[in-house]
């Protein structure tokens, strides 16, 4: 059974600080999901990653696939208020029409 | 336009009523999805229907079953609902197979209150 392990679940930083958030998976995967989701809204699609070393990012978010080691990391830098939401990861290892294994989500607070 | 829509958006009821959540997506994928969503904000996937097939079917109830009418509908049915069922209720789609394709895109959510 595969399983998707995130830590930490619950991050409380102030603006401007770097922090990295990881997701570990059990089984051998090629294509990993991160996702936002906002108090009482549905989840958004942040980065899609489909290979080994692959690196996304888009504006203060980066995200990075080790394939071997199967983890991948999130990471915020100098974290403005705006980012303040719960990210999951999620790993679809069907390779087609199966559902996504998510994380058990961070919840990010990001203080002024 | 909504890519992906669900209906109602919020759904009270008492336990041992059946109920319906439906679920309409203009993306023109092959594959729609349902997620439940608990209290503790764990997702966890129920079923995947592929062009009118069931997919998986993750140990759910047999009180919960998808129907499709179409490739851009996928409907949930409850009978019997339990204080258990309380959850939201995340609709899903996709277009598998294709590199950058293949991204989820989630409905709205339906937050189903059993009392």
């Known amino acids: 059974e595969l399983k998707v392990e995130q830590n930490p679940l619950f991050l409380s930083m102030q603006e401007g600080k770097n922090y990295t958030i990881y997701c570990n998976y059990s089984?051998?995967?090629?294509?990993l999901y991160w996702y936002r989701q906002d108090p009482g809204k549905s989840l958004e699609s942040l980065f899609v990653l489909l290979s080994n070393g692959a690196v996304k990012q888009e504006g203060r978010l980066m995200a990075s696939l080790d394939t071997k080691a199967r983890l991948s990391t999130l990471h915020i830098t100098a974290a403005v208020h705006d980012l303040s939401a719960t990210y999951f990861c999620a790993v679809d290892s069907g390779g087609g029409a199966d559902g996504l294994t998510f994380g058990k989500g961070t919840h990010l607070i990001i203080q002024p | 336009d909504t890519a992906v829509s669900q209906t109602p958006k919020y759904l009270v009821t008492q336990m041992g009523n059946d109920k319906s959540i439906k679920c309409e997506q203009n993306l023109g994928h092959d594959t729609m999805y349902w997620y439940k969503q608990d209290s503790k904000k764990f997702l966890k996937i129920m079923f995947s229907?592929?062009?009118?097939?069931?997919?998986i079917n993750e140990t759910v109830p047999n009180r919960f079953s998808p129907k499709s009418p179409d490739k851009a509908h996928l409907n949930l049915h409850i009978n019997s609902l339990e204080l258990g069922d309380s959850a939201v209720y995340f609709c899903a789609s996709s277009q598998p197979g294709g590199v950058g394709t293949d991204t989820q895109y989630f409905g709205p959510g339906t937050r189903l209150t059993v009392l």
């Open positions: 229907y592929n062009n009118k097939e069931l997919i």
């Open positions: 089984t051998t995967s090629d294509r």
